[in-house]
Each structure stands twice: as C-alpha cells, then as structure tokens.
C-alpha cells in the first residue's frame, strides 16, 4: 500500500509529489502521459517568479526532473475511480488496482466546447482549443478565436505571428481578460475583435475532406446574424474540471470543493489545481495547492500511524 497516491502529473501533482517524499512518504503519482498538464501546451509562461519568460513544455520537463531526481515514483495509467474503503483508498485504474492512506486529485481540466453544430465534426479539421499545437497549420490564413478571457487572447497572440487574420469573437463589448493581454490584443495590427457576438454554427466545405469555410454570427445586441469566412476556429470558452473519477462535494460546475488544506468532503481525499473550486486559475496557485496538499495528507498519515 502507498502512502500517498497523487492522480495527475501537471505542475500541482508533481509538487503534492515533491513534498510528499520530502515527508518521508511513499508517493505514486500517476499520469496520462509522460509530460502532461495543460502547462504543457502553453506557449510561453510569462507570470511564473523566477522564470520571466519560459515555454510551458520546458517548465513542465523542469518539474518532471525535478520530482524524479527527488524520488518520486511516477507511472503511465488512466485512472477510473478514485473512492474510500473504511481508512483506505482504492484507485483503480486501466492496468489494475492500488491502495493508498491518502489521495491527492490533480488532474485538472479540459477546454469547454461550445456545443453548435459544425463543432464536433470540424475538430482538427478546422476547430481547435490549442493555438501553440495547431496554430502552425494557419499560417497565413484567417482564423477565428471564440472567448474573452485569458486564455483566447492569450492564444489570439500566438496566432497573431503566424497568420494573416485574427477575428476575437465575444459574447459582450468588453474583455474579461487581464489588462497586459488586452493591451497586447489591442496593439496587434492583425487581430479585429467582433463584440456582442455568438457562434451560432462552424460550416465545413470540401467533399472528401471537411474543412472550415466559415462561421455564422449572432449580434446578441441586434439579433443579426452574418456570415464571416474563416479557415479556422479557436474556441477558449473557459475549463470543465476532470472530477468524474471521485465522488466528492463539488460545485455546479464540477470543480472539487476544498477547505483551506485542499481537503475534499471524504477524509484522506484532497484536490488540489485546476479541478479544485480555486479562486484562480493559475500555475503559481496550483503549485502552492501541492504544498498545502501534501501538508495536510501527511498529518492526517501520521495521524492515522498513531
Ligand atoms: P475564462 O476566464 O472563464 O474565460 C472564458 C471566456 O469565454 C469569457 O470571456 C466568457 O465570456 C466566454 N464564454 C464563456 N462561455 C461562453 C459561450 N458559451 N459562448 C461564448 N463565449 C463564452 O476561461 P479561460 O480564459 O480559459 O481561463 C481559465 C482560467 O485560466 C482563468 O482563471 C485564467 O485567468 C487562467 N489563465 C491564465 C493565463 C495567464 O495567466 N497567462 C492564461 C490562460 C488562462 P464573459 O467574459 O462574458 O464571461
């Protein structure tokens, strides 16, 4: 039996996993692939200390290395539940069963789709969710960014280099985004922002290849809709959380709630990052998560030895 099961290896599990061998206990985090977290895809990391500008994938190996040369063990599995018998917790997973004294969920979340016709069957035909892996396709082209936040203007300026055309398209006449990146948005001759506007379908043409021609606009305001011809369509319409595996309190809309030492409703169960009800969502937040996390599973551990 472990000690300490961590499920996720993205920037919040691999630090749970750090600090859980430097307490002593016997740590297995668990992963879907040999670097993973949404880190990973990010293009460049401008807000990590000590870091002022590194790509997501370098820091993500960083972290890696780190938690190996350290000790942690990790291995290569999809989880299926995580759940509670008495004291001890099961994880099952796609290559068999494990025990653990405690669990730590860091598997964090996925982009939300936008759920109009024409998106599921354009994905990677067209429709994606990730400009640093696909913007390379686009280049020279038009592209099209769904969202106002962070993330579509963080990935409208990656595509803003590669292609000749950016339309941000947003629901409402301002940005949620923060104000280094709106001011980055607005400074770049090639992005246009389309305000009060919803996708209401993506249309492919081609016959052996369906590929985005274009997408149809609502104006929220006038009720208007038009056309505007596009090669591609990037949606960043905020995150669902990966909480499926557990069946623990969770908010509407799925993320884990956690108290202060990240633990969730089941004892020896915590959530940690992205899939956790944290006021942000942020790398520094989720490492410090980790911390915390590991923190508590150890007293609570020890607590159970006693
Ligand atoms: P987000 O902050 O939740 O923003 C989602 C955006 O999509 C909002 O502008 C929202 O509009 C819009 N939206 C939501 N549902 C929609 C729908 N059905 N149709 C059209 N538009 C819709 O999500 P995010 O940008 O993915 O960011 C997630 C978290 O990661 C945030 O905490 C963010 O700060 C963080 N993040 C940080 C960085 C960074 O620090 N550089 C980069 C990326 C992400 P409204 O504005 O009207 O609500």
């Not at 011809?229 to 990966?242: A, D, E, R, S």
């Not at 709630?257 to 969730?264: D, F, H, I, L, V």
């Not at 942000?280 to 915390?292: E, F, M, N, P």
């Amino acid at each position: 039996m472990y000690d300490l099961v961590i499920v996720g290896g993205g920037p919040a599990g691999l630090t749970a996993g750090i600090y859980g061998v430097r307490f002593g206990l016997e740590t297995l985090v668990l992963e879907r692939s040999e670097i993973s977290g949404q880190i990973a895809l990010t293009d460049v990391v401008e807000n990590y200390p000590g870091f002022p500008s590194i790509t997501g994938f370098e820091l993500m190996e960083k972290y890696k290395e780190h938690a190996l040369a350290v000790g942690v063990e990790t291995k290569i599995t999809d989880v299926l539940t995580v759940r509670s018998e008495g004291e001890k917790k099961l994880v099952s997973t796609d290559s068999g069963d494990l025990e653990a004294k405690a669990v730590i969920i860091a598997t964090g979340a996925n982009p939300k789709h936008l759920g109009v016709p024409g998106e599921e069957e354009l994905i990677a035909k067209g429709v994606s969710y990730c400009a640093t892996c696909d913007g390379p396709f686009f280049r020279n082209k038009t592209v099209v960014v769904v969202g106002g936040g962070d993330s579509a203007l963080t990935d409208a300026l990656i595509l803003s280099k590669l292609v000749e055309k950016v339309y941000v398209v947003h629901r409402r006449d301002e940005l949620k985004a923060v104000k280094v990146l709106r001011d980055r948005a607005f400074a770049a001759a090639n992005i246009e922002f389309i305000w009060d506007s919803l996708v209401q379908e993506i249309v492919g043409t081609g016959t052996e290849i369906r590929k985005v021609e274009k997408v149809i606009l609502e104006n929220v305001k006038t009720g208007e809709t038009r056309e505007l011809l596009t090669n591609g369509v990037f949606i960043y319409i905020g995150i669902h959380p990966n909480t499926e595996i557990v069946d623990v309190e969770k908010d509407p809309k799925g993320f884990i709630k956690t108290g202060r030492w990240m633990e969730s409703s089941e004892k020896g169960i915590y959530a940690i990052g992205d899939c956790r009800d944290t006021p942000i969502w942020q790398l520094v937040t989720a490492v410090s998560d980790g911390a915390v996390a590991a923190t508590a599973a150890n007293e609570y551990i020890q607590g159970l030895e006693k």
